[in-house]
């Protein structure tokens, strides 16, 4: 049977041992016995608990076995006296047992309370309450009657007393348990349970002594039960922690019980002031009087920590609500605030900051990273500029600066200090890591008020970010572009909604005799008032507004169902691949692939028919639009680096990213007919393609002599104006006659 299942076992048990305690004939020798083998036995599993569970503390535990066997020596005494002497004395050596129990029981909870959790003062002052208001009913209606009693003897007194002044002392305790911030679990409420059957089996028997000549034996139910809890708190698993690791809570929630029983002790003294039998008792009023001063200081020191807590905890509140959690920095709400109340005071800067690449740093090395990273760029901002200049955390990787008490040529030369400071490299989690940032300055000219100074200091950044500058004064022309650009964005989503775009496609032919083998999509935007709006006009735009994902899916949905006509329609005529664009933007999209994926399906289109082309600048931070290539790669659909050579790490990019095929760049066949160097990198471009397994494609092929030198240096693959414009609907079958290579120039021609 396992260990957890015996404390209700007992529990059970102790219910049927005190109902066959009642069966038993009264004041029968069976029946005491009875009553004494529940004592023993609990305190006995008391011991046997500890050895079971092996509790963190188990010096509370000896404490509370000790109590229950001293009870039941007091109990044999007693019964030798009433049954072997035929003597009912009182008091008895029983009686000195019985108290002796008393202060080990108390150690015991004194123990419980001083390891439940940190010090609570609010659980103090409200079992203090409980305690002076009960202790005054305590005094008034058991301690003075017994203490006043002059028929008895004054030994007889004082042991009377005793019992009830022990019973106040764990009415205290009782108190300090019930209001402690401790998790309450099973093992202490059923130590609760076995000290309030103790209480009322005392306190019922004092009342009845001094008020009834009736019996108590029906109290012994109470002390029976008592005894069964000790043994079933001590029997339960969570005994194991009682008093040392009990889970606290921090601010335990004050119910309506708590309230309830608070305010009914805190006026027990007044109210006893009204009984009666009290008004002619000096000595009782003027207790209940110093009583009643107690309950009110009580009171009052309660309300000054509510008060007190409630400040702390506004503090708190404050101190989140204005602050960022990872950096400590300043949030956008106190920011603003700060701002706010700066501009009333005279001309503040405002610095707008966004790093760079700090999304890979994310994906490349994890999140925990690059938390890491933002706490060291807020510390050397902070470093930067002192600390009586804000410094903000404006949410993601976006920080700003509040520069006050300075000029425009003060404010250009912090910014400036910021950025070559940036540029040092930064540790986080082991790593050394090299930022940059985007940083867009204003000031507060025309009366701009807070919102409107971040609204400008946003417009700069960004631009500096697009235009490559590490950082960008704010100037009205920027809110003219922007407005612009907001137009053509509104213009993009009416054009992609009532199907404005339409898709040409240039040929990719073959050298030297010009099969087209492959087209590229293109996107045209027919504008109903501007005409036919080239891609360079309107695809930035798309990308930076986040319409290019949705745009793009069209587009490749078009194209594929393109490419699967012409395959239907043409047969061996029909290009054997199409070429799709695909943005950093599209990229960055976790469900890119599998719409890719969709698309084949739909469209009927084989994967192996179909080619991705990617800038270097689109995979360039890795992470998630590396990832999506491979998926692609997965489907057999090909991958093509556009503009290739042009980029920052175009060499390195082949180790990383699946390629199949390498677009060279325009500018490198532009002047590949003239003397000297000029042919060098596209001959170094063929070499690394054809090293690496690669298909090369020269762009930009305008005239036959270009062609001709491309073939003479193993190129096998072009486009360009020279083999044909974007058009609609490529001349598939008229295109080996219509392109030679070589022979005279027919650019312009085309």
């Known amino acids: 049977m396992r260990h957890g299942r015996w404390w209700w076992l007992w529990l059970a048990a102790g219910a049927l041992a005190t109902g066959f305690y009642y069966v038993l004939p009264a004041d029968s020798l069976a029946r005491n016995l009875s009553y004494n083998v529940v004592g023993l036995v609990s305190g006995l599993l008391i011991l046997a608990a500890v050895r079971l569970h092996r509790p ?61 959790g940190r010090r609570d003062k609010a659980a103090l002052v409200d079992a203090a309450t409980v305690a002076v208001g009960l202790g005054l009913v305590f005094w008034i209606f058991v301690i003075e009657p017994v203490a006043a009693n002059a028929s008895v003897s004054v030994q007889e007194r004082i042991i009377s007393v005793a019992y009830p002044a022990a019973d106040a002392m764990l009415l205290a305790l009782l108190a300090r348990l019930y209001f402690g911030a401790a998790e309450r679990t099973a093992g202490t409420r059923l130590l609760l349970t076995a000290v309030v059957l103790l209480l009322i089996g005392d306190v019922g028997f004092s009342i009845v ?29 969570s005994m194991r922690s009682a ?70 905890q506004a503090g708190k509140l ?35 900051l966004d790093l760079d690449g700090f999304k890979r740093v994310n994906d490349q090395l994890g999140p925990s990273v690059g938390d890491q990273l933002l706490i060291a760029v807020a510390d050397r901002l902070t470093a930067i500029v002192g600390s009586d200049t804000l410094v903000a955390r404006m949410g993601g990787d976006e920080f700003a600066v509040l520069i006050t008490d300075t000029g425009a040529g003060a404010a250009r030369d912090l910014v400036r ?41 946003d417009l700069a950044m960004y631009a500096a970010k697009d235009g490559g500058e590490p950082f960008r004064w704010y100037e009205p022309e920027l809110d003219r572009q922007a407005g612009e650009e907001a ?62 994902v949705e745009m793009g899916a069209w587009i490749l949905r078009e194209a594929c169902r393109q490419a699967a006509r012409w395959s239907a329609e043409l047969g061996d005529d029909a290009p054997e691949r199409i070429s799709v664009n695909a943005s950093a933007r599209q990229l960055a999209h976790r469900g890119f692939s599998a719409m890719v994926a969709d698309v084949l399906r739909d469209s009927g289109l084989p994967a192996t028919r179909l080619t ?18 491979h998926d692609l790669r997965a489907l057999g659909v090909r991958i093509a680096l556009d503009d290739f050579g042009t980029g920052h790490s175009s060499l390195g990019l082949l180790q990383t990213v699946p390629v199949d095929v390498l677009k060279v760049d325009k500018s490198f066949v532009d002047t590949i007919t003239m003397a000297g160097r000029h042919a060098v990198i596209a001959t170094a471009l063929i070499q690394v393609a054809n090293g690496l397994g690669l298909t090369a494609v020269a762009e930009g092929v305008e005239t036959a002599e270009q062609a001709a030198e491309l073939e003479r240096l193993g190129y096998r693959l072009a486009q360009g104006f020279h083999f044909g414009r974007p058009v609609a609907e490529p001349d598939f079958r008229g295109a080996r006659r219509a392109h030679p290579v070589a022979g005279p120039s027919t650019a312009g021609a085309v």
Do not use: K
Not at 209 to 237: K, Q, R
């Open 56 to 116: 963190a503390r188990p010096a509370m535990w000896y404490w509370f076995a000790g109590g229950q066997l001293v009870w039941v020596v007091g109990d044999v005494i007693y019964e030798y006296y009433q049954y072997v002497l035929h003597q009912e004395p009182y008091p008895s050596p029983a009686d000195a047992f019985y108290l002796s129990a008393y202060p080990m029981l108390l150690v015991g909870l004194v123990l419980l309370v001083r390891g439940g």
């Open 209 to 237: 002594s001094i008020y009834s000549d009736a019996g108590g034996t029906i109290l012994d139910a109470a002390f029976l039960m008592s005894y069964v809890c000790w043994a079933a708190a001590a029997l339960h698993p």
């Open 243 to 312: 008093g040392t690791v009990i889970a606290v809570r921090a601010n335990p929630r004050i119910g309506a019980p708590r309230v309830v029983l608070l305010v009914t002790s805190s006026l027990l003294g007044p109210a006893l002031l009204l009984v009666p039998a009290i008004g002619g008792n000096v000595l009782d009023r003027a207790l209940i009087a110093v009583g009643a001063i107690i309950l009110f200081l009580l009171v009052l020191m309660r309300i000054a920590g509510f008060v007190g807590q409630v400040q702390w």
């Open 318 to 352: 404050e101190d989140l609500a204005m602050h960022d959690d990872l950096t400590r920095l300043a949030n956008r709400r106190r920011f603003e605030q700060v701002l706010g109340a700066e501009l009333t005071r005279g001309r503040p800067y405002v610095a707008l």
């Open 417 to 457: 200090r910021i950025t070559t400071a940036l540029h040092e490299p930064l540790r986080s989690c082991g790593h050394e890591l090299l930022v940059s940032a985007g940083i867009g300055l204003t000031d507060s000219a025309g009366d701009a008020d807070a919102m409107e100074m971040l609204r400008r200091a």
């Open 487 to 548: 137009q053509l964005g509104a213009e993009l989503r009416t054009a992609l909604d009532t199907g404005q775009f339409r898709l040409v496609y240039q040929p990719i032919v073959e050298l030297p005799h010009g099969r087209i083998v492959a087209v590229e999509t293109l996107v045209r935007w027919d504008h109903p008032e501007r005409g036919l709006v080239g891609p360079t006009e309107f695809i930035p735009a798309a990308e930076r507004n986040g319409l290019i």
């Open 612 to 629: 991705i082309e990617v800038t270097e600048t689109a995979v360039f931070e890795g992470g998630q639009a590396i990832e999506a290539l």
